[in-house]
């Protein structure tokens, strides 16, 4: 019998950790696949030995419970291994996000004072460990390379900055037993299995889990705080509502370094028996082979993946007839949209869900049956345990079908941006409502739906946009006197921004400067926050008090563009 999907599993969680989590389905699904990577085939019992072991590596290089640990890589297995590892060691997981430039996974990792930093090189081109090479990092005392490009040879040890040495895969995990040279003698002490045991069984569910790094609601990069019992407690929710199944084939798209790949992929698989299949990348040509050859049955993502797998022109020879189950979100979903994921790519059950970082990824879910209407207009209700409530400019509760901004208070609620206590104070009022600058209306049955920014946030690709961030970029260029952004509508990406700019007395014709402002925003930041065009103009419109009038902007953007 399949669970009704409003039962809240607070009291039935047989962990209060992630790693009692792998040992539990170590356990308890054994030889059962749980991750598939290309060629890289492991077991849930192989998983749990693996992760021990960078467990082992990571006490070995002296990383002690509460420090902080980062991932700078594309989704792999071994991006699996060592967020498993890392939490085993009662360390604090720091994703950073793939698309970011030297400058900005610096600014993560020195705020976080991470001490290790897994990542890769070669992967699109880019060679991360090199990128940080004129950062300075005070906390960080190795780089180890997971994958791509060049990864140093068995027992040589190379230096990413004048300070941070970066090893191999093979000799960090050699250094558990201690048998790693570098520059200064051997590196890493041995440390026995059962240490590394210990340390997993002394996490407990209170504790820090991950730092997540995201604006939130005022434009400055913060870490989220979340710990072991509310990612646990959260995504046993999500993972009951939405019907995750042993034996599910699970494809993770969405990015590990994002809440949403990382545990409504990673840890909802491990409670629910499910087969991790990792993807770098998006590609659609990859994701059509990878759902026939692996039998792939549940595949989520934003709008903008499925509809370019309905519009790809290898789509109607592919055997989709294994997918089962799609969870969507972050965007507007058309309703033709989801009838053509039912009708077209075989999916059974098509479910929309509204969460933010602040919130352990997850607030509202729609369930299984309700009407496409409701999955297409709507982000659902609140999950159990959660409260949702819409109030005006003066924190007076709206109505339902009044538009207002949207609070939500509950166990998923951060306990804070990492290290900032005035930015917490901001975000989380002292009732424990937490103030997510989105603007939304709930009907009648308290269905959600996002309506606006508060805070003029916008989403390309499922990827949170905030313009404050790209404002400050933009306005470094010589040229830029002043500059507002904007999201505008975007068939295939959902938004896109716009820049308007103010040009300097002696800058370039507009549209020189327009080609030369792209070509310098696409060096200086992750490429989802490159606006896709930029209107040089007069002046901005501001109101009596000089602020600028983001609203006049959208219209004019929307209207230039043709969308409504």
């Not at 570098?182 to 299995?193: A, C, D, I, S």
């Not at 933009?474 to 068939?491: F, M, T, W």
């Not at 930041?525 to 007069?538: F, L």
């Amino acid at each position: 019998m399949e669970p009704s999907g409003e039962e809240d599993p607070r009291g039935d969680l047989q962990w209060e950790s992630v790693p009692g989590l792998l040992s539990f389905a170590a356990e308890r699904f054994g030889d059962r696949e749980a991750v598939v990577d290309g060629p890289v085939r492991l077991t849930f019992s192989e998983l749990a030995a693996q992760a021990l072991e960078v467990t082992r590596a990571l006490i070995a290089s002296g990383v002690e419970p509460t420090d902080r640990v980062g991932i700078w890589a594309p989704n792999s297995a071994r991006w699996v291994l060592t967020a498993l590892g890392t939490l085993g060691a009662g360390a604090v997981l720091v994703p950073l996000n793939t698309r970011f430039k030297g400058p900005e996974a610096a600014h993560v990792l020195r705020r976080s004072g991470a001490k290790v930093l897994y990542t890769v090189r070669g992967f699109l081109g880019v060679d991360y460990p090199e990128s940080l090479r004129d950062e300075e990092l005070p906390d960080l005392e190795r780089i180890v390379l997971i994958g791509g490009d060049h990864v140093p040879e068995e027992g040589s040890v190379e230096s990413a900055t004048d300070e941070v040495p970066v090893f191999g895969w093979g000799e960090h995990l050699q250094g558990a037993d201690g048998i790693v040279e570098g520059p200064g003698g051997v590196v890493g002490v041995p440390v026995f299995h059962h240490d590394a045991r210990s340390r997993w069984q002394a996490v407990r569910g209170v504790d820090l889990s991950d730092l997540i790094f995201t604006s939130g609601t005022t434009g400055a990069p913060k870490g989220v705080m979340a710990t072991h019992a509310q990612s646990l407690r959260a995504f046993a929710t999500w993972a009951q509502i939405v019907g995750l199944s042993e034996g599910d084939r699970y494809l993770v798209v969405n990015p590990f370094f994002h809440t949403f790949g990382y545990k409504a992929g990673i840890l909802a698989c491990l409670m629910r028996g499910a087969t991790i299949v990792p993807l770098p990348v998006f590609d659609v040509d990859r994701v059509l082979d990878t759902v026939e050859e692996e039998g792939i049955s549940v595949l989520p993502g934003p709008p903008t993946l499925y509809q370019s797998i309905l519009d790809h022109r290898a789509r109607p020879r592919a055997d989709l007839s294994s997918l089962r189950l799609a969870v969507t979100g972050a965007a507007v979903v058309p309703v033709e949209l989801v009838r053509r994921m039912a009708s077209e790519l075989a999916f059974t059950t098509v479910l929309t869900a509204y969460g933010l970082t602040e919130s352990t990824g997850v607030v509202t879910m729609c369930r299984r049956g309700d009407p496409p209407e409701v999955i297409a207009s709507t982000s659902g209700r609140p999950i159990p345990g959660v409260e949702v409530r819409l109030v005006d400019d003066y924190g007076t509760v709206v109505p339902p079908g009044t538009p207002g901004e949207v609070l939500v208070r509950g166990y998923t609620v951060t306990p804070g941006y990492f290290d900032d206590p005035e930015a917490t104070a901001q975000a989380v009022d002292h009732d424990g409502w937490l103030h997510t600058g989105d603007i939304g209306v709930q009907d009648d049955q308290g269905n959600l739906r996002i309506t606006d920014r508060k805070k003029d946030m916008f989403v390309v690709g499922g990827f949170n946009v905030y313009p404050a961030e790209v404002e400050a970029v933009l306005c470094r260029h010589e040229a830029v006197a002043q500059v507002a952004v904007v999201g505008v509508p975007d068939e295939r990406m959902g938004e896109v921004g716009r820049a308007f700019v103010v040009a300097k007395p002696g800058a370039p014709d507009p549209a020189e400067l327009a080609h030369a402002l792209l070509a310098w925003a696409r060096e200086q930041m992750a490429n989802y926050k490159v606006p896709r065009s930029v209107e040089v103009v007069e002046a901005l419109p501001v109101n009596a008090s000089g602020k600028v009038l983001k609203n006049e902007l959208r219209s004019r953007a929307r209207q230039s563009t043709g969308a409504h």
